[in-house]
């Protein structure tokens, strides 16, 4: 509205000017009398406003209070819901509230500030014995400016909650219960674990003919495997030697006959294995058998149903030559209460190996290894599961048997010829049993505990066989020496002619 006045007061000013101007130029009476007649007309019609003419507007919080439009409570309606009690205050034009709250005593009270009290009746509101919680409400003017709500209670867990209505406000009171339990749960985001690792699943191991152990871990990248020809025995990773390797069933490094103690990864059968994982990191979690790496191997878990499997093989190495593998595994969890899981494998596994060498003085060596390994295992899981956890006992059997026989001819021009027949008996053996126990305390608290024992030994019989040609071109060899080893014997020395 100021605006448009200033607007028009300089559209008048502008008028009075340009009649001023006309007035001046043609001393006419009828044009000074009309100038003089639209001036009285502005200045009664658009007075301007001062600064004197605008009320004053307060500073104080009383002040401030008293210029806030005053809360007129007209109607209060008291009833009991699921929830609590309600108490609901019927205000003029749906005007809200907020209550200061506070206890005193046996009464909760609730003091509405700027408000009037302006009820049909015209006298203050009570309500008796509304609750079995609430035996009195009360509501009162207080004074010319507030209004205040007394509820009375023995019970002193009552709470208040004011809730807006489109008619006004709503008190919610109910019974705070002390002993009431609030579960918070929360998730966690797990942060990617830092090593490096390669994993083969339960699918990855039946897609292609794995047997052993070391067939499964030859096909992951970074992995090196290593052993006699023709055998996968030895892991290591990092290019680091295998005694920095471990190697974990179940979470139990086995102990091993190895050359450094380390496992030999043909010694394990992957027909129960659920996974294998490869974690190469240079960390000292593993202590100094784990700095290059862990190849961590899970084996299947108790099925919560009736399960067998079975597997048999016929082969060999460039053509058939007796290689067998019989593979059979059964599972059941019978009652809620317990479950088992067994595995058993055969394999014979025959190697020739042969080698044929000549050096620059035409000298010739001749050898042929003939190796017959039979692998006898057994993987046992025994389950008893109760409300929170469960309990496995573990047992484990691997036994491997290795029958060797190894000749070797050495020949040279116009010199004697010796020849070696040695013949080796290998049998070692690992059992032992783990036990394990999950148990979960509730709140995202699990203890899982693990103990186990495990006993490897080795037998080893060998026997070697040395003989030197009579005579150049002759076809007949006398026997040299003859030693017998057996695993801590060693030395022991006997004629040629005690030989079976």
Same mark, same amino acid.
């Given at each position: 509205?100021?605006?448009?006045?200033?607007?028009?007061?300089?559209?008048?000013?502008?008028?009075?000017?340009?009649? !001023?101007?006309?007035?001046? #130029?043609?001393? &006419?009476?009828? @044009?000074? /009398?009309?100038? %003089?007649?639209?001036?009285?007309? *502005?200045?009664?019609?658009?007075?301007?406003?001062?600064?004197?003419?605008?009320?004053?507007?307060?500073?104080?919080?009383?002040?401030?209070?008293?210029?806030?439009?005053?809360?007129?409570?007209?109607?209060?309606?008291?009833?009991?819901?699921?929830?609590?009690?309600?108490?609901?205050?019927?205000?003029?034009?749906?005007?809200?509230?907020?209550?200061?709250?506070?206890?005193?005593?046996?009464?909760?009270?609730?003091?509405?500030?700027?408000?009037?009290?302006?009820?049909?009746?015209?006298?203050?509101?009570? !309500?008796?014995?509304?609750? #079995?919680?609430? &035996?009195?409400? @009360?509501? /009162?003017?207080? %004074?010319?400016?507030?209004?205040? *709500?007394?509820?009375?209670?023995?019970?002193?867990?009552?709470?208040?909650?004011?809730?807006?209505?489109?008619?006004?406000?709503?008190?919610?009171?109910?019974?705070?219960?002390?002993?009431?339990?609030?579960?918070?749960?929360?998730?966690?985001?797990?942060?990617?674990?830092?090593?490096?690792?390669?994993?083969?699943?339960?699918?990855?191991?039946?897609?292609?003919?794995?047997?052993?152990?070391?067939?499964?871990?030859?096909?992951?990248?970074?992995?090196?495997?290593?052993?006699?020809?023709?055998?996968?025995?030895?892991?290591?990773?990092?290019?680091?030697?295998?005694?920095?390797?471990?190697?974990?069933? %179940?979470?139990?490094?086995?102990?091993?006959?190895?050359?450094?103690?380390?496992?030999?990864?043909?010694?394990?059968?992957?027909?129960?294995?659920?996974?294998?994982?490869?974690?190469?990191?240079?960390?000292?979690?593993?202590?100094?058998?784990?700095?290059?790496?862990?190849?961590?191997?899970?084996?299947?878990?108790?099925?919560?149903?009736?399960?067998?499997?079975?597997?048999?093989?016929?082969?060999?190495?460039?053509?058939?030559?007796?290689?067998?593998?019989?593979?059979?595994?059964?599972?059941?969890?019978?009652?809620?209460?317990?479950?088992?899981?067994?595995?058993?494998?055969?394999?014979?596994?025959?190697?020739?190996?042969?080698?044929?060498?000549?050096?620059?003085?035409?000298?010739?060596?001749?050898?042929?290894?003939?190796?017959?390994?039979?692998?006898?295992?057994?993987?046992?899981?025994?389950?008893?599961?109760?409300?929170?956890?469960?309990?496995?006992?573990?047992?484990?059997?691997?036994?491997?048997?290795?029958?060797?026989?190894?000749?070797?001819?050495?020949?040279?021009?116009?010199?004697?010829?010796?020849?070696?027949?040695?013949?080796?008996?290998?049998?070692?053996?690992?059992?032992?049993?783990?036990?394990?126990?999950?148990?979960?305390?509730?709140?995202?608290?699990?203890?899982?505990?693990?103990?186990?024992?495990?006993?490897?030994?080795?037998?080893?019989?060998?026997?070697?066989?040395?003989?030197?040609?009579?005579?150049?071109?002759?076809?007949?060899?006398?026997?040299?020496?003859?030693?017998?080893?057996?695993?801590?014997?060693?030395?022991?020395?006997?004629?040629?002619?005690?030989?079976?």
């Amino acid at each position: 509205m100021m605006k448009s006045t200033h607007i028009l007061l300089m559209g008048a000013s502008f008028a009075l000017t340009s009649l !001023a101007i006309a007035k001046d #130029s043609l001393a &006419s009476p009828q @044009v000074s /009398k009309v100038i %003089n007649q639209v001036t009285a007309d *502005i200045a009664t019609e658009n007075k301007l406003q001062t600064v004197n003419d605008f009320s004053q507007i307060s500073t104080s919080a009383q002040g401030l209070i008293a210029q806030t439009p005053t809360v007129r409570i007209t109607d209060v309606k008291v009833s009991q819901s699921e929830k609590g009690l309600e108490i609901i205050l019927i205000t003029v034009d749906g005007q809200a509230i907020a209550p200061e709250v506070r206890r005193q005593g046996d009464k909760l009270i609730l003091k509405v500030t700027n408000a009037v009290l302006d009820l049909a009746s015209g006298q203050e509101f009570v !309500a008796e014995n509304v609750s #079995s919680e609430i &035996s009195r409400v @009360v509501i /009162k003017q207080e %004074n010319d400016q507030d209004v205040q *709500i007394f509820i009375t209670s023995a019970n002193l867990d009552l709470v208040a909650d004011v809730q807006a209505r489109v008619d006004g406000a709503a008190i919610l009171v109910v019974v705070e219960d002390a002993d009431e339990e609030i579960n918070v749960t929360g998730d966690r985001p797990k942060v990617p674990t830092p090593f490096l690792a390669n994993q083969l699943n339960r699918a990855d191991i039946l897609q292609r003919n794995n047997i052993r152990l070391g067939d499964a871990l030859q096909r992951l990248p970074g992995v090196g495997l290593g052993g006699p020809p023709g055998e996968n025995n030895e892991v290591r990773l990092l290019g680091i030697d295998k005694e920095f390797t471990r190697v974990q069933l %179940n979470g139990i490094t086995l102990p091993d006959p190895g050359e450094k103690r380390e496992l030999q990864v043909n010694r394990v059968p992957v027909f129960l294995v659920d996974n294998v994982r490869v974690i190469k990191n240079r960390t000292a979690e593993f202590e100094s058998d784990g700095l290059a790496g862990v190849v961590q191997v899970d084996t299947l878990p108790i099925p919560d149903r009736f399960s067998f499997q079975g597997r048999a093989g016929y082969g060999g190495y460039n053509g058939l030559n007796n290689l067998y593998n019989l593979q059979l595994g059964i599972g059941d969890r019978p009652d809620p209460t317990f479950g088992y899981l067994g595995g058993f494998n055969y394999l014979q596994n025959p190697l020739v190996i042969s080698k044929n060498s000549i050096d620059s003085a035409n000298r010739v060596e001749t050898e042929r290894e003939n190796k017959n390994q039979t692998y006898y295992d057994f993987l046992g899981n025994i389950g008893i599961f109760y409300d929170g956890g469960q309990v496995n006992i573990k047992p484990l059997v691997l036994t491997f048997v290795e029958d060797k026989d190894k000749f070797k001819l050495s020949e040279q021009p116009n010199a004697r010829s010796n020849r070696e027949d040695e013949r080796e008996l290998k049998r070692a053996q690992t059992i032992g049993t783990s036990v394990t126990n999950s148990h979960n305390f509730g709140n995202g608290v699990v203890l899982e505990s693990e103990v186990g024992y495990y006993s490897t030994t080795e037998d080893k019989d060998k026997t070697r066989l040395v003989f030197q040609q009579q005579a150049v071109g002759s076809a007949k060899f006398f026997c040299h020496a003859q030693v017998l080893r057996r695993w801590k014997i060693n030395g022991m020395r006997s004629p040629c002619s005690k030989l079976p």
